[in-house]
């Protein structure tokens, strides 16, 4: 058994290499392996988002409070509120965060393959 007390896992700043504006990771769950569940919680402020990205074997945010956006490759911006779901497809290309004039805070759970849970690509350019 793993047992990490409430509080006691430090935040970290999402590095700017993968996030653009201020956002803070939170681990969940590191379980170590065979498992593959890795989980953590996000806190974008107003108009942070994530840069583009993919997971090899896909990602679910869940949407705890505020209000979030997300995009797929080639899809709309849809809006997130809490109690809202999302799962990306493996490999999918897809950008989430927070709408420009709202924080948003959400759960993300992913699996690694082979230790990759994760690819990281460029920054979100808007119009």
Do not use: C
Not at 11 to 26: D, I, N
Request: hydrophobic share 40%; proline share 8%.
């Amino acid at each position: 058994m793993i047992y990490h007390k409430s509080g006691s896992r430090p935040e970290t700043p999402g590095p700017a290499q993968y996030f653009s504006g201020k956002v803070t990771l939170t681990p969940v769950i590191e379980a170590p392996e065979p498992a593959r569940v890795r989980a953590l919680v996000v806190s974008f402020a107003a108009g942070a988002r994530t840069f583009w990205h993919t997971h090899p074997l896909g990602q679910t945010i869940h949407i705890l409070s505020g209000h979030g956006q997300a995009q797929r490759e080639g899809g709309s911006v849809i809006d997130l509120l809490p109690g809202d779901t999302v799962f990306f497809e493996p490999g999918e290309r897809h950008w989430h965060g927070a709408a420009p004039e709202s924080d948003m805070v959400h759960f993300a759970f992913q699996e690694a393959e082979n230790g990759v849970s994760v690819t990281w690509q460029e920054a979100v350019v808007t119009g």
